[in-house]
C-alpha cells in the first residue's frame, strides 16, 4: 500500500478523482464553517488556550492560529460536529475529510503547497483510511468509531504524502499513525464523537512529522500477527490493502450528504419527505410513521429519547418526526430545542421502525398512516450516496448555506470559485487567507 | 470509580501508598534522565520543533520547553524508551509511571501544586488504570500495549484529579482519555513503543483540560455495552473497577526493574546471573543455556535474533545471553552494538527457552551446561516484583546510575533529598527547576 501510494502522481489520478477532490473539499469546507461555533468548538479552545500553542496553523473562522498539533484538533472537530460531513459508505462508514482535511490544511501552511499535491495526497489518504477498513471487516460492529480509528490512518497517510515521503518513511508514518487509532462508539451523541475527527487529524500530523525525522515502526503494522487488521477486527482480510488500487480510487465513490445526521438515515428521511406533500394533515393527526431499514439503521441511530441535539442526530425516530413536521433536516432540525420539543416528542413516538436485512443499507420503505389515509413510499438509493449523489448544483448550494452566515457571500463565493479551480492554484494558503 | 476517586485526599492514603509514591516519582525520574538523550527522544524533539509548541512546560534534561501538550509527550516516552521503568503486574502488566507522571508534571507546571496533592493524583491515576486493565483481562492478550490504552486512562484520572475535577468531570475526563486509547503491540522493539507512553500522557493532559471546560462524554465508558472494557477484550469484569477500593491502594504493589527490560524476563536474568559465578568458564566453552519461563515470556520476549538495541529488550535469549557474558542487564548490555555483537550472538543461539505454564509469571528455573559442569538455579519470584522488590538503598542507587551522568552528582542528590521529603513540599515547581 505504501509503496503504491509513495509513488503515485496527480497525473495517474483520473478526473472522476479530481472532481470528487474538489467536491470533498468544499463540502468539508462549509460544514467546518458550519461547526465552527458550536459550544463543542467553544470548550475544546477554551481548553487549547491552555496548551500554548504557537500562533502557526490557522483555525478555521475563529480568527485564531494554534500549534501543529492544536489547530487540525480543532478544524477536524469542526467539520465533524454537526455530522454533515461527506461518508464513504464502500464497505466501511467513513467519514474520510474531516481526519484528513484538517490535517492537510494545516501541513499546507508551512511551505508553498499546490492544489494538485494538495488534492494528491487527499486521495492517496482516502485511499489508505477506507482499505485498511476493508482489511479489518469486523471493525464497525467491534464497536470503534471508524472516524477516529481509520481516521488516524487516514490523515497520517494523507500528511505523509503532502511532504513527500518515500516508500519506507510512508510506512513508518502508517505505523506512528496506527497505533495512535482511537474511538469508541460509546461516545456516540456526545462531543467525544467529533473530537475522534480531530484527534485522527493531529495524530496523523504526528505521524508524518516523526516518520520524517526517521522514526520507526512495525512495518506490518496493519497485517502483522499483532497489527491493526488483526487487533482491531475478528477477522482479518489483508488484501484488500492493494487489490485492484487506482481502479477506480476510492475517493470516486465518497458520498456528500443534504441532511444533517448520519448517512444511514438519509433513506428513510428521503422516504418521508416524499411522503409529506400526500399527507393532508400535520403531525397530530397522524397515527403512525413506519419505517423499514437495513438493521444497521437502528443499530447506529435507535436513540428513542434524545436528550440533546448531538444525541438526536443518532435517532432515526427524532429525523422522521422534523422531516415530516418541518420538511427539512438541517443543522436546525438537530439542536437542542427540537430535541425537547414536546410536539416532536410526540409525533416520534409515533415512529415504528422496522429493522430488515433484506434492504440495503441506503434503501427505507416508509408508509404514513392517518385516520382517513395510508401513503407508501420507496427509496432504493439515499440521497448522499454514490448511486445518488448530489449534484454539483446541490452541493455548491449546501456550502453557500453553510458558509454565508459565517464569512459572508463574498467571502464564500471566494472559497467556491478557488476550490473549482484547484488544479491551477500553486500555494493552498491563499484559500487559508480567506477561511481565518 | 470516578465518584469514589474525586472524593479521595490525601489523608486517606496509607503510609505505605504514600512511600510507594515517592518510590515511584524517584525511579521514574531516573529513567526519564536515562532515556533522555536516546535517539528516538532526538527524533521526537526534532518533530515537536515543527508543531510550534509555546515554552510553558519543561522537557526534562534537554534544557528546553514545549507547549501542554508537547512537553508530556516527550519526557513521557523518555520514562519508558529503555523499558526500564516501573512495572505493575497484578493482573496486567502496566508502565503506569511514564504516561501518569510525565502527565501530572506539565500539570503541576501551571500553577503552585504540592508534593501530598501530586502524589495523591498520581495514586489515583495509578488506581484508574490498573482497575480497567482487570475490568478487561483479555486485553493484553488481544494485542494491545497496555501503557497506551490504560495509561491514556491512568494519565487523563490523574491530570483531572490534580486540577480537583469533582465526580461527573472527572467521570468526562475519562471518557475522553478512553476514548483516545491506542498503542499496537505490534509495534514492539520500534520507538513506537515508548511513544505510546508519551501519547498517553499527552491524552490525558487533554481529557482533564477538556472535562474542566465542560466537554462531555459517555458516563460509562468502560462498562457499557460499546465501552472499552467490551471492545478492548474479549471479556469484561466491570466489578474490577471498585471492588475493595483502597484496601489497598494497587499503587503499594508497584514494582521496580533491576535490569533495563521488560519485568516478565527478570526472573530468567536473575536465574542466569546466580549460576553465572559457579560456571567456571567464559560463554565460548558453554554448551547450553536452558531456560524453563511461565509462557508470557515467550509471547512478548520471545524475539531470536533483535537487530537493535531496542528490539533486544524483547529477547529473553539476548537477555539470558548478556546476562552471563557480562554479568549485567542494565541500559548498556541493551545497546544496538550488543544486539549485532558476534561473541553474543553466538552465545544467545545457545538459549534454549522452554515455555512452562506451572510456573508463575515471575518464576524461572535455569541450567547453565559445559562440557563438564551443570548448574541449576530457581527463582521463586523475580527481583523487581512487589514479592521481590527492590530495596529503598537499591532503588536510590538505580537513580543516581541514571542520573548522574546526565545531571551530576549535586543536582542528582538534590532530586533525592526533594523526593524523600515530598510530603512537605508546596510547590512542585522546586523539584522541576532542578530537572531542566
Known sequence: LCGILSSARFEDLPPRAVREARRGILDWLGCVLAGSHHPAIDGLLRALQQTGGAPIATVFARDCKLGLLEAPLVNGQMGHVLDFDDTHAGGVLLHTSSPVLAA???????????????????????????????????????????????????????????????????????GVAATQAGGLQQNRGTMCKSLHAGKAAANGVLAALLAEQGFDSSTEVIEGAKGFARIYSRTADVEQLTRDLGEPWLIESNGHKPYACGLVVHAAIDAVLALRGKINTTGDAVDEILLHVHPLVLSITGVKEPATGLQSKFSVYHSAAVAFAEGAAGIAQYDDARANDPGLIA???????????????????????????????????????????????????KFLANAVPVIGDARARQVCAFVNGLEQVSDMRALIDVLR
Chains 1, 2 share one sequence.
Do not use: C
Request: aromatic share 4%; proline share 3%.
Open 347 to 397: 409525533l416520534r413516538r409515533k415512529v415504528k421502525v422496522i429493522a430488515d436485512a433484506s434492504l440495503r443499507e441506503d434503501e427505507a420503505r416508509a408508509a404514513i398512516v392517518t385516520s382517513d389515509q395510508r401513503e407508501v413510499a420507496h427509496v432504493p438509493h439515499a440521497s448522499g450516496t454514490a448511486a445518488n449523489p448530489m449534484s454539483d448544483d446541490a452541493l455548491e448550494a
Open 104 to 174: 492537510l490544511f494545516a501541513m499546507a501552511e508551512r511551505v508553498p503547497v499546490s492544489g494538485a499535491q494538495f488534492m494528491l495526497a487527499y486521495a492517496a489518504g482516502f485511499e489508505a483510511g477506507v482499505r485498511v477498513g476493508r482489511a479489518a471487516p469486523d471493525h464497525h460492529a467491534g464497536g470503534w468509531h471508524l472516524t477516529g480509528t481509520l481516521g488516524s490512518i487516514a490523515a497520517g497517510i494523507a500528511a505523509g504524502k503532502l511532504i513527500s515521503l518515500k516508500k519506507q518513511s510512508l510506512t513508518y508514518a502508517l
